[in-house]
């Protein structure tokens, strides 16, 4: 029997190494017995395997033995990565019952075209993942805030990037999608049906392989999207129903048609908006990525922007201001260092006297002392 075992466990690393999942961390190579589960447990290469009936080497016989007796058949799990569909931290999802349009009148000229069947926003969507072997009946719309992510057509992989859609139209086609591993997702998304749905993707150009398409920060899509779904939050009432998928219309036509739905901002005026709203936030942390997205532009198109109408980069200029309002704020003797720290944004006391001295050549103590002579 122990032979068996031996040769069992032989052939399930082979199978871990055959499966190329050789760049797992090797953890350790014991066996452990329990009690009430009557289990084996592995780990190969941070994977974790299950295998009844056996137990540890000292009792291996009369576990066996135990479980042949109690017709326990041997089995053998591998779990791999989590994978999770939803349940993400601050989401929002609606999932319309197929009984809700069904009821509707069949008269209802608004309904019968397109109408919402699920609508969701994942923020920070990590291990989100779905599979759907028979594809979907509905036309599924994935717009992507921040992060990465990926889907799968058939046998063809796209890779999604921050300010970039997609659309899958109504398929039997084996789709799958998910967040990256690393920079996990932030996701819009929208499920819509209808009657004549492969009518209306032929009129709408939307076909199965299209691909991501990048698209400015469309900040008015989101809105629409708001209303979308406080609308079918408020319940499923006919004119509930009727303005969010009047909403759905618009939505869509903010992402197929963008040049008619953004308006170009003059670079310097952009430059001196982005200038007082620094200001304004000062206690706020941002990125560049915060800063493009207000005027739909890339970070790194932005920064080339700003840098060649300031001289510095965007975050060393809201980085200057901040040092400045701390600067003023540190006359006031009465307020303690890392309250000066709180006010521009600063958690750690001990960074924003790094950052200041950097700046200013003194720590803010000795700027305070230095200036309260004046």
């Known amino acids: 029997m122990i032979k068996i075992l031996n040769k069992f466990f032989t052939a399930v690393i082979y199978w871990l190494r055959k499966s190329k999942l050789d760049h797992y961390q090797f953890l350790h190579n014991e066996l452990y017995f329990c009690l009430n589960g009557l289990f084996y447990y592995k780990e190969f290469y941070g994977i974790h395997i299950l295998a009844y009936p056996f137990g540890r080497a000292g009792h291996l016989r009369y576990i066996f033995t135990t479980s042949i007796k109690s017709n326990i058949t041997s089995k053998f799990i591998v ?4 994978k999770v569909r939803d349940g993400f931290e601050g989401q929002k999802l609606i999932s319309l019952p197929g009984m809700i349009y069904k009821n509707m009148r069949s008269d209802n000229v608004i309904l019968n075209q397109i109408f919402i069947t699920h609508i969701g926003y994942f923020p920070k969507a990590s291990y989100h993942f779905r599979e759907r072997r028979k594809g979907c009946e509905d036309n599924i719309f994935i717009y992507c805030l921040h992060g990465r992510g990926w889907y799968i057509v058939g046998k063809k992989k796209y890779e999604v990037a921050p ?3 997609f659309q899958i139209p109504a ?7 998910g967040a990256d591993e690393v920079q996990p997702w932030t996701i819009f998304w929208v499920h819509f049906s209808g009657k004549e749905m492969n009518a209306f993707n032929r ?8 691909g991501p398409k990048n698209i400015p920060y469309n900040e008015k899509g989101l809105l629409i999207w708001e209303e979308m779904y406080s609308s079918l939050e408020m319940g499923y009432s006919k004119d509930n129903l009727n303005n969010a998928n ?4 618009h939505f869509l036509s ?11 901002t003059d670079d310097k005026d952009m430059i001196r ?7 304004e936030k000062l206690e706020s942390r941002f990125t560049v990525e915060d800063f493009a997205v207000r005027y739909h532009l890339s970070a790194s198109h932005f920064s080339g922007l700003f840098r ?11 980085i200057q201001l901040k040092i400045q309002k701390a600067c003023q704020l540190l006359f006031d003797t009465s307020i303690k260092i890392k309250d000066v720290a709180n006010e521009i944004g600063y958690d750690d006391p001990y960074y924003f006297s790094r950052l200041f001295k950097k700046l200013m050549g003194v720590s803010p103590e000795r700027y305070r002392v230095i200036n309260h002579h004046f």
């Open 273 to 279: 908006e982005t200038i007082v709203f620094m200001r």
């Open 254 to 264: 903010t992402f197929l048609y963008p040049d008619r739905h953004f308006s170009i």
């Open 246 to 249: 009047m909403c759905l219309y």
């Open 308 to 318: 060649q109408s300031t001289g510095i980069s965007p975050m060393e200029y809201f």
């Open 79 to 82: 779990m791999r990565k989590m």
């Open 171 to 177: 398929t039997p086609e084996y789709l799958k999608y």
């Open 203 to 210: 009129l709408m150009n939307i076909s199965l392989y299209d």
């Open 163 to 165: 300010n970039q859609f």
